[in-house]
C-alpha cells in the first residue's frame, strides 16, 4: 500500500518585538484605521539583531518545538525542506543551517523559493517523496525575516509584512490520515506584480557603482489583489474536485495570512463559513512561507483540529506561485 504523509507535530516561533499600527503612524503615513479596515492587521513581529531572531535562528525553534511535539529523534529525519525568500545567507540554504543546529545528520536539506507559497511547495515535494517510499520522516518549515526587505518608506508593503517560522514533521503511514492530494501552480508572465531585486541580474559593477540601492520589495498590492483571490478559489476547488469533497466537509481551512478581505473573498467564494477559517492576520500581519505553519500549529495547539477531520491549506504568493494541500489531520 502506498504510504502517505503525516504531519506528526507542529511548531513555530515568532519576534519577541510587536510593532503596532499606531508605531507605524511614526514610520510612514498611514493610520490604524486604514491597515485595520483594508487588511485586517492590528500588529506584527519584528526581529531583532540584539536577538537570536535570524530565519535560522526562528526555524530552528519551530523546528525543535514540532520535533518534541512528534517524540522524533532529529536523526531519524530523512529531509529538511525549507519554504523561503529571505535566507540569511545566499547559500548555504537555511534548510542546512537548521540541520546543523537540531543535529539531523542523515537528512538530505534543501531549500525552496516559491513566494508565500513556499511551504506548501515544499510539502508537495516530501509528500512524492514519502508516496515513493523515498522518505520515511522529514522536517518541512516556512521561515522568514521579510523586514530585512522591507523599504520602510513604503506604506504600501511596510504595514502587511513581518518575520516568523512554522514547522512540521512528516512521517510516512499507511492508515487513512494524512496528505490526500497536493496542488501546486505558478505563472512566471505575473512576476512583475511581487518581486525583490536580489540575486546576479544586473548586480553593481564593481568600482563603477558606487550608489548600491538595497534591494528591496517591490509590490503592486491591488493587481495582485484580484490575482490572489482567483487563484486561491481555483486551487482550493481543485483540492475539493479531486477528492470529491464538498466545503460542508472541510472542517477548517487554513489560507495564507496576507490580508483578511483575500480570505473572506476566498472563503465566500467556496462556500466555507469564516467560523470554519482560521485567521491569526491581525496579530502576525503577513509572513509569507511561515504563515500557514505557524497558523496550523496555533490551531492545533488550541485543540481546533481534530483526528480524522478534513483541513485544507491553500496559498499564493510571488512568481505567482499558488497551491493547496487538502489533508485528513491524524494527530
Ligand atoms: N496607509 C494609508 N494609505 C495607504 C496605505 C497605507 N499603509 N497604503 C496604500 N495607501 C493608499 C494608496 O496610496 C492609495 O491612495 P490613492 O487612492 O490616493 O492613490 C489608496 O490607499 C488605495 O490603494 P490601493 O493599493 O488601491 O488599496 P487596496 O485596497 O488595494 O489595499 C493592499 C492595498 C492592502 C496592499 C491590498 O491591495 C492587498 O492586500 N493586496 C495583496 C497584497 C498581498 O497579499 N501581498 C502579499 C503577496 S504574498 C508574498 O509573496 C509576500
Known sequence: MTPRCCIIGTGSAVPERILSNAELESIVETSD???TRRTGIKARRIASNLRPETSTDLGTLAARKALEM?????????????????????????????????????????????????FL??????????????????????????SSIVNWQDRSTCVLLADGAGAVIIEAHTGSGGIRSAHIRSDGNFGELLYARYGNLNPPQP??????????????????????????????????????????DIALMIPHQANIRIIEALA????????????????????????????????H??????????????????????????LKWSI
Open 33 to 35: 484605521e486604514w491597515i
Open 70 to 118: 512528534a517524540h522524533t529523534a532529529p536523526e531519524n529525519l530523512d529531509m529538511i525542506v525549507v519554504g523561503t525568500v529571505t535566507p540569511d545567507q545566499q547559500f548555504p540554504s537555511t534548510a542546512c543551517m537548521i540541520q546543523k543546529e537540531i543535529n539531523a545528520t542523515r537528512a538530505a536539506a534543501f531549500d525552496v523559493s516559491a513566494g508565500c507559497s513556499g
Open 121 to 146: 511547495y515544499a510539502l508537495a515535494i516530501v509528500d512524492n517523496a514519502v508516496r515513493a517510499g523515498t522518505c520515511r520522516h522529514a522536517l518541512v518549515a516556512g521561515v522568514e525575516r521579510l
Open 207 to 248: 568600482l563603477e557603482d558606487v550608489d548600491i540601492k538595497p534591494f528591496h520589495l517591490i509590490m503592486e498590492g491591488n493587481r495582485l489583489f484580484k490575482r490572489a483571490v482567483n487563484f486561491l478559489t481555483s486551487i482550493a476547488k481543485d483540492a475539493l474536485k479531486s477528492n470529491g469533497l464538498a466545503a460542508a
Open 268 to 299: 465566500k467564494n467556496l462556500g466555507i463559513p469564516m467560523q470554519r477559517v482560521y485567521t491569526n492576520v491581525h496579530k502576525y500581519g503577513n509572513t509569507s512561507s511561515a504563515s500557514i505553519p505557524i497558523a496550523l500549529d496555533e490551531a
Open 301 to 326: 495547539r488550541a485543540g481546533l483540529l481534530k483526528s480524522g477531520q478534513y483541513v485544507l491549506l491553500v496559498t499564493f504568493g510571488a512568481g505567482l506561485t499558488w497551491a493547496s494541500v487538502l
